[in-house]
């Protein structure tokens, strides 16, 4: 194969069975990123109890996330991270894949950040909404109606 091709898959990665030489480039290069993002920036807010939350959700076909939000200094500040395993019998939802979407809004909403919601003046929720179009529109999901004949 021709070398060309091959850097111009892999870009300015040293082929895997040769070892990696730490230089003071790499070095500055990890401080740079550990001072500039990880220490000196705050990652997390506190909240500001009278000012509205958002909060944004997702389902995955394993667990759950969320994340809580609130806008302070004109930027999206974040309040709280949240996220967890589907049960064995949570899995079977995959099915209908707005059931998970619904299971994440309702336990990020009533279970992980209930505590700062339940006397928030607002909140607003970002989710995948065509999975809850579905929810929302379908009255029994898991009923089968036998029209025999």
Request: glycine residues 6%.
């Amino acid at each position: 194969m021709n070398d060309n091709k091959v850097k111009g898959k892999r870009g300015a990665q040293p082929p895997p069975n040769q070892p990696v030489i730490w230089t003071t480039a790499h070095q500055s290069a990890l401080e740079k990123l550990i001072i500039g993002c990880l220490i000196d920036l705050p990652l997390m807010a506190y909240p500001e109890p009278n000012s509205p939350y958002v909060q944004h959700t997702d389902a995955s076909e394993s667990g759950l996330g969320a994340v809580l939000y609130q806008e302070q200094n004109r930027k999206l500040r974040v309040i709280a991270y949240g996220s967890r395993a589907l049960t064995a019998a949570e899995k079977n939802y995959h099915i209908h894949s707005g059931k998970l979407e619904f299971l994440a809004m309702k336990w990020a909403i009533c279970k992980q950040f209930r505590d700062y919601l339940y006397y928030a003046p607002s909140f607003v929720v970002f989710t995948d909404n065509n999975p809850l179009t579905y929810v929302l529109s379908t009255a029994k999901l898991n009923v089968y109606q036998d029209y025999g004949g």
